[in-house]
């Protein structure tokens, strides 16, 4: 099945009671059972809800995998990923990520003796240099959140094997309608469902997809023990937004390109960060994995001061001034004061995000017009 008809088909099937095309929104706490213990494979919402059940057999779809698990948010199902491990375990990953995610890391699960090793994963063998008898998983995050690094999937990919450990890849940047970590060989992929996948900026919501049944069981078991499960209603956008990720990402992806190449020639912008640029370090690797290259880019000023970042970051009109990213219209971020403000600021300059780089989400507006709201606002 080619991928447009996959996301429009996937996880929908006509509601038996109706013959509805879209999946109901079964608005319920709990199920009538025949008798204890008997049920029609549903018993309290928490564990099991059918517009969720739709939705998870839609995220094993879209990303080639055997199971799907919704999450209340990306961070949930980051969490749960790390609750597989115990105390002593070590988790290798990017030196250059999500601040959300270096923050759960740090202050939620280091207390309790999980240790972070984090590596330029850019070049495979750093990660490999990395490992230890107490390595049991590599988190990596390509293109990274904000400076849009590459690492080789199937390079880290045949390492993790090797080595018997698991490898999960948050995806976010991408889409499945870019890249499929699992068709690389990464045992998770992992999404912020409220981006890309959603697409509308009017849900939260994450999500993990596998092929290894056991590992399944044992996420799922995380995820009915811990609760943090989407309602039926965020499912029910997050199902219609798969439905249309094709195109829009086809048009993501256009703007993407029309305005990091704009940016490029802009005479007060030093430098733009966007993986299509074939002198982008790692071009090839993106080339060599993803379909396209996203609509996701950064850039710094010549002026590189912050002050001068933070004019231009309030003097846009058709760019929001806002955090997440991945809907149809286009924010403007400054990650050192958002994002990414809970990593160190020494930590920030050490791996290459300065207190002046500016992060833009290309919507699917009219590219002329967004290159007219830039201009204006970087003069």
């Keep these: 099945m080619k991928q447009a008809t996959k996301f429009i088909h996937a996880g929908a099937h006509p509601d038996p009671s109706t013959g509805a095309i879209m999946t109901p929104i079964y608005q319920t706490s709990t199920y009538v059972q025949e008798a204890p213990g008997v049920n029609k494979g549903f018993e309290y919402a928490r564990s099991q809800n059918p517009t969720r059940k739709a939705l998870e057999e839609a995220f094993a779809v879209i990303e080639n995998g055997k199971f799907g698990l919704a999450f209340s948010s990306g961070v949930a199902a980051t969490d749960a990923v790390i609750k597989l491990l115990s105390p002593g375990d070590e988790v290798i990953c990017a030196n250059d990520m999500y601040g959300g995610t270096y923050r759960l890391f740090t202050k939620v699960f280091e207390k309790y003796g999980i240790k972070f090793i984090y590596v330029d994963t850019t070049n495979a063998d750093n990660i490999k240099k990395a490992l230890s008898p107490n390595t049991k998983l590599v988190w990596i995050e390509t293109p990274t959140n904000p400076l849009m690094n590459i690492t080789d999937i199937a390079a880290v990919a045949a390492i993790t094997k090797a080595a018997k450990i698991l490898l999960a890849v948050d995806n976010t940047f991408a889409s499945p309608y870019l890249q499929n970590p699992l068709d690389m060989g990464a045992d ?126 309030s003097s846009t009109h058709l760019f929001s001034l806002a955090e997440s990213l991945g809907g149809v219209e286009s924010l403007i971020n400054h990650p050192a004061s958002m994002t990414h403000a809970s990593i160190p600021r020494e930590e920030r300059i050490k791996n290459g995000l300065s207190d002046s780089l500016i992060r833009l989400s290309i919507g699917i507006e009219d590219a002329d017009d967004l290159i007219n709201d830039l201009n204006k606002a970087i003069g």
Aim: hydrophobic letters at 40%; charged letters at 25%.
């Design 188 to 313: 998770l992929v992992m999404h912020s469902a409220t981006k890309y996948l959603g697409g509308h900026s009017d849900v939260i919501q994450g999500c993990l997809m596998m092929n290894d049944a056991d590992l399944r069981e044992k996420l799922y078991f995380i995820q009915k023990s811990c609760g943090a499960v989407p309602g039926p209603m965020d499912c029910f956008l997050v199902l219609r937004g798969i439905k249309t990720l094709h195109v829009r990402m086809k048009q993501h992806c256009e703007n993407g390109r029309i305005i990091a190449h704009w940016l490029q020639k802009h005479p007060k912008v030093s430098k733009v960060y966007w993986p299509g640029f074939e002198e982008h370090p790692n071009h090839a690797i993106a080339k060599k994995q993803m379909r396209d290259f996203g609509g996701m880019l950064s850039f710094e000023l010549k002026d590189n001061s912050e002050a001068e970042a933070r004019r231009v970051l």
